[in-house]
């Protein structure tokens, strides 16, 4: 609060009090006062304004900056009111007053929305699991009678299934620490499993769906099974989308296993990411060149696969160079299972 500010504010007091003053003055001259009186006098009226103008700058000027640096220290500015006490002054006590109702509302409308929110969550819930339940059934028919369904139809079903399970963990994200459970599990089993959902697609495009068995089969970590399968369905489903049209095409799948760590290591030879993409293929909708080219991507799957990550205290780092091979590593902490639970 700076104090040229605060005393253009108080312009009309003190242009009233200097006319009020001068008033005064003028009288004392016509009734032919003495002249000490008159400077004692003027003294007085000046030290008092003076003071008053700064018992009162001080006053407002220790509010309104604790006020004000309260706010750019939050995160959530409505929150302030929280965090100063209630001025002595009167127009800081209409301000004051204004911010707790302001703040009332503001909460009631917050209630509101999350109530709102998760009835809708809920329903989607649902609603997806309501329609998994069909879409499962036609997946299980496609796959039993393929001599009379096309496999381009097959291929659709898996998609829609991959879409609507992306939905249904996305709206589980946010509260996911209700809907999984930290044990010790083989490595080998979440990637076999990943492997036989993708089986129909990695077939359809010719890619050679490699496990490295010696670094995998007797390695365990701690995390959910379920969000495991889950985020290394979409990296897998992201490798098929965007594969070379060249014969040999390979996802790889390998591990490190080391005294404080494990990594996980999934490899293909795709169409690479460009550097300048890199640093942002885990934001949110982000597709980059690739989504552009392929038109395929809702930029969702590598998002949600950060997000859940940090949440079961787990890292997640890719590395890729175009038209030659991308990397994902996965790392498991060890030895201390509070970790992984924060």
Known sequence: MKFSLFLKDKFYFIFTFLGIYFLIISMFFAFHIDFSL???????????????????????????????????????????????????????????QALYEINKSMNEFTKNLEYQVEDF????????????????????????????????????????????????????SENAE???????????????????????????????????????????????SKWLEFILGQIINNSIKYKKEIEDSYIKIQAFDEKNQTTLIIEDNGIGIKESDLKQVFDKTFTGENGRIKGKSTGMGLFISKNMCEKLGHKIEIESVENQYTRIYITFAKNNYYEVLK
């Open 178 to 224: 209700k809907d999984y459970l930290i044990k010790e599990i083989r490595l080998s089993k979440v990637i076999k499993n990943v492997g036989l959902k993708n089986m129909d697609e990695l077939l359809e495009n010719k890619i050679d769906y490699i496990v490295d068995h010696a670094t995998t089969t007797n390695v365990s970590v701690l995390t959910d």
């Open 121 to 172: 969550k809920e329903y989607i819930e649902m609603w997806i699991h309501e329609v998994k339940i069909p879409l499962s059934a036609l997946i299980l028919i496609s796959n039993n009678h393929k001599d009379k369904f096309d496999k381009k139809m097959s291929v659709q079903l898996k998609r829609l299934e991959d879409y609507v399970d992306q939905v249904l963990y996305y709206a589980r």
């Open 38 to 96: 008159i400077l004692a006098t003027s003294l007085l009226l000046f030290f008092f304004v003076i003071l008053t103008l700064f018992i009162e700058y001080f006053k407002k000027r220790n509010f309104y900056t604790n006020l004000l640096s309260n706010i750019d220290a939050l995160d959530q500015a409505y929150l302030v009111l929280e965090t100063i006490e209630k001025p002595e002054f009167y127009d800081g006590k209409i301000l004051y």
